[in-house]
């Protein structure tokens, strides 16, 4: 790599899961006293499926399936509900359930 190297992409990281990155510098064979160390979470894939159910004028059961492929992880799922108008999605509520 070149010493006026500021940026660089990582590639072949999988959806949903946590990747620890440890950035230092060196000159022949010495090392950076420290080097810099980050976590990155990379985004999960979303789920699939959807289906509402059981619609009553007050309620809807919601159902999906988890993300395709791996062992993608989520602790959370974030519901967002509106009405449809023309223009796009008009919210109305949102909420997090943890899994």
């Not at 946590?18 to 999960?44: I, N």
Request: charged content about 15%.
């Amino acid at each position: 790599m070149s010493h006026k190297l500021t940026s660089y992409t990582i590639l072949g990281l999988e959806p949903g899961e946590m990747y620890s990155v440890e950035l230092g510098c060196k000159t022949g064979t010495v090392l950076t006293r420290g080097a810099v160390r980050d976590v990155v979470l990379t985004r999960p894939n979303p789920p699939a499926a959807l289906v509402a159910s059981e619609v009553a004028p007050a309620s809807a059961l919601l159902q999906w399936l988890p993300p395709e492929g791996g062992t993608h992880k989520y602790e959370n799922v974030r519901f967002l509900w509106g009405i449809v108008l023309k223009g796009g999605l008009f919210p109305l509520g949102a909420c997090e359930a943890t899994s």
